[in-house]
Antibody, heavy 117, light 113 residues
């Protein structure tokens, strides 16, 4: 069974960089034809796709965030990571990692990140 | 970006009755090369991540009860719960994967009347 688990700081200062890691078990981030995804959900609101990294290492980002986002893969630890720079209060959200190249079939439980000083 | 608009924002349905959720895309999500509609539906219960219910607009994910069904084509889609159960109380989202970035509807909250 594929499982994903997000980890990282729950509080980030404004203008700093948000860094999260997703640990994958039951599947390899470096094999198969899957994308590994980051999605976020502000409290009480809908879902926003942040970006994806393919098992080949190629990436795509939401144009609304592209200038601030980096997604990377670490095959040695079977993890993938999100970095979002120059954060503001608008980046406060529940951040999910997920798997899928079109629809998203496996999700982590999510981690709440608050941007505040 | 393709804008996904769901209606209604919320609905209350009696147990055992039918619930119908609509999703409209700002442009067609039908891909002629594979003759498929690039649309998925998710269910999100409080405190949980979204759960995939349906993809290709009408294909149920493994393990999803058959009271859930999806229909529609082009720009107009429907998720139907044929006989609402208590465990179906949730927010439901549609998502298009026709173009990048994938986008979601704003969600429809289903409650028991």
């Amino acid at each position: 069974q594929v499982q994903l688990q997000e980890s990282g700081p729950g509080l980030v200062n404004p203008s700093q960089t948000l860094s999260l890691t997703c640990t994958v078990s039951g599947a390899s981030v470096s094999s198969g034809s899957y994308d590994w995804i980051w999605i976020r959900q502000p409290a009480g609101k809908g879902l926003e796709w942040i970006g994806r990294i393919h098992t080949t290492g190629s990436t795509n980002y939401n144009p609304s965030l592209e200038s601030r986002v980096t997604i990377s893969i670490d095959t040695s630890t079977n993890q993938f990571s999100l970095k979002l720079s120059s954060v503001t209060a608008a980046d406060t959200a529940l951040y999910y990692c997920a798997r899928g190249d079109q629809w998203f079939d496996y999700w982590g439980q999510g981690t709440l990140v608050t941007v505040s000083s | 970006d393709i804008v996904m608009t769901q209606s209604p924002d919320s609905l209350a349905v009696s147990l055992g009755e039918r619930a119908t959720i609509n999703c409209k895309s700002s442009q067609s999500v039908f891909y002629s090369s594979n003759i498929k509609n690039h649309l998925a539906w998710y269910q999100q219960k409080p405190g949980q991540p979204p759960k995939l219910l349906i993809y290709w607009a009408s294909t149920r994910e493994s393990g999803v009860p058959d009271r859930f069904s999806g229909s529609g084509s082009g720009t107009d889609f429907t998720l139907t719960i044929s006989s609402l159960q208590a465990e179906d109380v949730a927010v439901y989202y549609c998502q298009q994967y026709y173009s990048t970035p994938p986008t979601f509807g704003q969600g429809t909250k289903v409650e028991i009347k």
